[in-house]
Nanobody, 116 residues
Framework: QVQLVESGGGLVQAGGSLRLSCAAS????????MGWYRQAPGNKRELVAL???????NYADSVKGRFTISRDNAKNTVSLQMNSLKPEDTAVYYC??????????WGQGTQVTVSS
């Protein structure tokens, strides 16, 4: 089992920045890919960014150039630096971890609200 705890959400004005962090515990040795997803009201959960154990990254087109995902394997954390935030970035953001056996874990989610 892997437990994920997010922090860092909140309310920010358009153009501002927020940094989300996620701490993993439990069977962390089994974690392969970590990432962030988001879900706005009435919408499906969507990928924001992923990072592999070697540091390779993948971003949704909507956040490229504005968001940066990073990972500290020693501290078992993954972070998402969000710059130039837009109202359409408003959503609940979920930390995700996929294990080597393709078992998926989710955090409880943290609210990000961007006001115009």
């Amino acid at each position: 089992q892997v437990q994920l705890v997010e922090s860092g959400g909140g309310l920010v004005q358009a153009g501002g920045s927020l940094r989300l962090s996620c701490a993993a515990s439990g069977s962390i040795f089994s974690i392969n890919v970590m990432g962030w997803y988001r879900q706005a009201p009435g919408n499906k959960r969507e990928l924001v960014a992923l990072i592999g154990s070697s540091g390779s990254t993948n971003y949704a087109d909507s956040v490229k150039g504005r968001f940066t995902i990073s990972r500290d394997n020693a501290k078992n954390t993954v972070s998402l630096q969000m710059n130039s935030l837009k109202p359409e970035d408003t959503a609940v953001y979920y930390c995700n971890a996929d294990t080597l056996r393709s078992v998926r874990y989710w955090g409880q989610g943290t609210q990000v609200t961007v006001s115009s």
